[in-house]
Structure formats: C-alpha cells, structure tokens
C-alpha cells in the first residue's frame, strides 16, 4: 500500500464485536481470563490494550517497519532507548538537538555511567573522530531542531553499520510523510508523537520503531517493566490525527515555503533556515533523503537584537507563542528561552543557537494569513 492508504488504513480492523469502523477506545485495565492463563492475547493494560495495538501497528506500517512500540512521551520512549545501554557504553549525539533529549542524556543517563559525545554531524566526517570502541549507538536529528541542519542519514548509517554501531534517528520534524530513516540504514526510529504524527496540539505521546526482533523485545520488556505506557484515549487520538497526516504535511510544506521565501526578502531578516530554500547547505541533501521540506523554520532579525526579537514575539497574533510544533495551528517559539533553555547558554552558542532566534512551526492556516501577521508583528 501507499502512504495515503496505510495511514487510514494500516493496522486498523473494524471492531470484530460490533463493526464499529473506529478502533474503539479500550478504557480497561484488565481482560477476563476464562480459565488462568486462558485469554484472547489480553491481560493487563500496561503490557497491552487493543486501542494501543492499532496504534503500534499502524505506525510500524508508515515508518517501513516491522515493530511498533508506544510511550506516554516522545521523552519516555527516549528514555527507554537510553536503557538498552550499559554503564561505560559511548553514545555519539548530533549535537543541534532537542533541548529534553540533550537534558535527560546529561542530567540522567550521564549519572548513571552512560558516555555522551555531542558533535555536529552535519559534517558526517566528524563522526569517525568520535567513535571509540566503546561506543555502542549515534543518536541523530534531521532537520535538525532548531537550526534546521541536514544529517545525511545514509552516509552516517554507512559507518554505523560497517562498525556494529547502532543509529537512532528523531524522526519528529520531518514526519514518516516526508522520511523513512530505517530505509535510509537506520536501526531504530523514535518519534514524538505529540507533534506531527497527532498533528492537533491535544495530547503527549512517544514512539519507537525498529525491524530487528531481539532489539524490540528488550524495548517492549522496558515498555511493560518500566510502564511508560500510553493511555488508550491519548492512542486513539493519535490514531485520528494520523488518518489526515499526508495531507496536513503537503500543507505544512507549501505554507513554509511560502513563509520562508516571505522572510527571505524581507529587509530586517537576516538569516533564513529553512532546507527547501536553495542556499541552505543541506538543500540537496534534503532533496535526496526527504520527500519534502517540511513545515519548521527559523529566522533572525538583522541588528541580532533580543529586544528586536521579542517585539515580534509579542506582537504576532495569527501564530501563537508557544512550546512545541507539528499542529494545524501556527506555533512561535525562543528557542533560548524556552525548547533549548535546558541546554546551557556556552552549549547553545558553540552551536550556533543565538539568543535571537525565533522557530516557526507554520500551520496549516491560509498563508496569506500567515504572511500578513508576521508582516506586521516585524513592521
Ligand atoms: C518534542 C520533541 C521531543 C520530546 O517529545 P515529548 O513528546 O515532548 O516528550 C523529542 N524530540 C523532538 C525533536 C521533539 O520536538
């Protein structure tokens, strides 16, 4: 099947009980056993719910994949990745990254004898300088967050592979709708599904998906020993927002470039990041790994001013200030102050994150809209 048709399709059944054509929401805790041990694959709700299961499924069909594993948080389900290491393991982390998964790698793993390694790996010749024999996985972004790097997903797997070394790709920014990193040579793909994947800014959720069996047993074993579990409503919403996620994504990608080439000749904007303008170092690369450019972008004002900056921020009515992306809404964000304020200021400015920088995750509004509101909001 094709994206379009597993993404309304893929993993869901009509409900065998009534032929409900939704995959119900399986509020239940525990299943009926008619003798011990005697049930009809369900027991207990952290180790398995049917709506859960759709869910699983579903995602594993998008991403090319033969396992599908769901967290309550995208963070959760990095923390149970995190847990397949060992005290003394090396992990090589592409250094532009999400401001949690840089936090619970140096403020929770790191305590408990995990090595981090961050290195900008857009330039793919600085991975071979940071592996060791130790190191056992390189965690990767791309586009990166939120500078909107390009990680050649290929070319780093190529060196992964060779030395038994496992990838891990974030693959919240671009969605599976625009890349499919286990295609690309990737071990394992990991998603907040709070974002594109649920698409509508109304719930939390994390997942995993990977093709090697032993891998996903010991990640489902952490799922139901650890019990980061997702509810069954939050799943079914999840379920629902990926039935439209092929078309929000065209929209996302149309409405960025609008807004991008918008900004692009502006006279105060200094900088543009966005991969499907032409002068962004990784537009080829993005043109060959992805099957679009997405919907997040980031810009600074000339002058590099904060004060500049935040009059923007206040001033812009049509997008919204606030955390996170990926929803039908437009979103503004300060990266320094608020994704990335748990990475410290040193860090951020190493790689090339200033103060004054502001992301955009453009919505799928009208972009006339759009370009107007931010129009007046830089003046
Ligand atoms: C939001 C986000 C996460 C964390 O996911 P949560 O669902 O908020 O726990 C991880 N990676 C990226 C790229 C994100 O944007």
């Not at 320094?336 to 040193?346: F, G, L, V």
Request: with cysteine; proline share 5%.
């Amino acid at each position: 099947m094709n994206f379009a048709t597993k993404a309304i399709h893929a993993g869901v059944e009509p409900d065998p009980t009534t032929g409900a054509i939704m995959t119900p929401i399986y509020q239940t805790s525990t299943f009926v056993q008619a003798s011990p041990g005697q049930h009809k694959g369900y027991e207990y709700a952290r180790t398995h719910n049917p709506t859960r299961t759709a869910l699983q499924q579903n995602l594993a069909a998008l991403e090319n994949g033969r396992h599908g594993i769901c967290f309550a948080s995208g963070l959760a389900a990095t923390d149970a990745i995190l847990k397949l290491y060992r005290p003394g393991d090396e992990i090589v982390v592409s250094s532009d990254l999400y401001g949690g998964t840089y936090r619970i790698m140096t403020r929770v793993f790191q305590e408990f004898g995990l090595v981090f390694r961050f290195v900008n790996l857009a330039d793919t010749a600085q991975l071979e300088t940071a592996l060791t024999p130790a190191t056992k996985m390189v965690w990767i972004e791309t586009p990166t967050n939120p500078l909107m790097r390009l990680v050649d997903i290929a070319g780093v797997a190529a060196i992964t592979r060779a030395k038994g070394i496992q990838l891990v790709v974030d693959n919240t920014f671009a969605s599976p709708y625009l890349q499919n990193p286990l295609d690309l040579g990737a071990d394992i793909v990991v998603h907040s599904a709070t974002k594109y994947l649920g698409g509508h800014s109304d719930t939390v959720m994390g997942a995993i998906v990977l093709n090697d069996d032993d891998t996903a047993q010991r990640l489902a074993f952490i799922q139901n020993a650890c019990g980061a579990v997702p509810g069954p409503q939050d799943c079914f919403l999840v379920l629902r927002g990926i039935k439209t996620l092929h078309v929000r994504m065209q929209r996302h990608c149309e409405n960025a470039m609008a807004v991008a080439q918008y900004l692009k000749q502006h006279p105060k904007v200094a900088h543009v990041y966005y991969p499907g303008l032409p002068d962004h170092p990784g537009h080829e690369l993005a043109q060959r790994q992805m099957r679009g450019f997405g919907g997040m972008l980031s810009f600074e004002l000339t002058g590099d001013s904060l004060a500049d900056a935040t009059q923007v921020m206040e001033r812009i009515q049509v997008f919204s200030l606030a955390e996170s992306l990926g929803g039908v809404e437009s979103l503004c964000t300060h990266p320094a102050s608020m994704t990335h304020a748990s990475i410290p200021k040193e860090e951020r400015a190493k790689n090339g994150l200033r103060d004054t920088l502001i992301r955009l995750s453009v919505g799928i509004e009208d972009s006339q809209d759009l370009i107007a509101d931010l129009a007046q909001a830089i003046g």
